[in-house]
């Protein structure tokens, strides 16, 4: 993996090469292996949160853990365009508006002992804004070159703090065309729906169940660009204990594997569908 700055990543992307990159401020990391008309995207995949915050921060470490989405970016890791995020969510939302990003509090608790300096703010809307710069060059990039692209925006959500029945996964459409791409909505969640899973895990597959994909991501490919479809999808916390803090490797990997099977083909289907 290289240590690329933001220019240098988008030069690259720009110039077709493959490339395994960290970001210079090491906010985020991108592998492009093969050009092909989709990606993936683990936004909320990252933990870091930067030490000169820590005195300030009520939440505990295991808090922000908890509302992260730890191992999101080793279940895409078999695909050959994943970008990432490094940093928590707790410095700063990649899936909220730049206004929005820099939480005030978080799921009903207060997050900053005082408030944050302008300077501390801008260090970290500046990652922001260069993470959606790199977005941006590498969905014009499949656009450019395809026709369409469709990105896959992986999250986890805990379901332990739902008080009813809630799916495995959960489709999130509501700000897509769904009139357009109604066919491909479905069959995404069919395909999610045949991942087998062990210990006797339902994969039940939902639209609009528990999230309704308002995230900023989505948004702004889907603002930005006319031909990519952004599929918002949220997998339950099932792959670990979300309160005790620990991870499952078999369910992650049984996740993994069966989105290396089903992504792919429902990638290509995409693309012959609506490359014309």
């Not at 959960?170 to 999610?192: C, H, M, P, Y």
């Not at 994969?203 to 991501?217: C, E, V």
């Not at 309160?243 to 290509?268: C, M, T």
């Amino acid at each position: 993996m290289q240590k690329l700055s933001i220019q240098d990543i988008i030069s690259k992307i720009e110039n077709e090469d493959f490339f395994h990159a960290v970001a210079s401020d090491y906010s985020f990391t991108l592998k492009i292996d093969d050009y092909v008309p989709y990606a993936c995207a683990a936004v909320h995949n990252g933990h870091q949160f930067r030490k000169e915050l820590w005195p300030k921060c009520l939440h505990t470490e295991y808090e922000r853990w908890y509302e992260e989405d730890p191992k999101t970016k080793t279940m895409l890791k078999p695909h050959p365009i994943v970008i990432s995020g490094m940093d928590s969510r707790f410095e700063y939302d990649l899936n909220r508006a730049p206004e929005n990003a820099i939480y005030e509090d978080a799921w009903g608790k207060q997050l900053w002992k005082e408030p944050l300096t302008e300077d501390e703010k801008s260090r970290s809307l500046e990652k922001h804004q260069n993470f959606y710069k790199v977005v941006h060059a590498l969905i014009r990039k499949l656009e450019l070159k395809f026709g369409c692209c469709v990105v896959y925006d992986l999250h986890s959500y805990n379901w332990k703090r739902w008080d009813r029945e809630v799916p495995t996964w959960n489709l999130g459409t509501s700000n897509i065309d769904n009139i357009r791409f109604e066919k491909a909505v479905e069959a995404w969640r069919d395909q999610l729906s045949k991942i087998k899973l062990p210990n006797d895990i339902p994969p039940t597959a939902k639209i609009n169940d528990t999230f309704q994909g308002n995230g900023y991501f989505l948004k702004f490919i889907t603002n930005n660009f006319n031909n990519t479809l952004v599929l918002a999808t949220e997998v339950a916390k099932i792959y670990c204990d979300e309160l005790g803090q620990v991870i499952y490797p078999e369910v992650v990997s049984a996740i993994r594997k069966g989105l290396k099977k089903q992504l792919p083909e429902h990638a290509s289907d995409f693309y012959n569908i609506y490359s014309n």
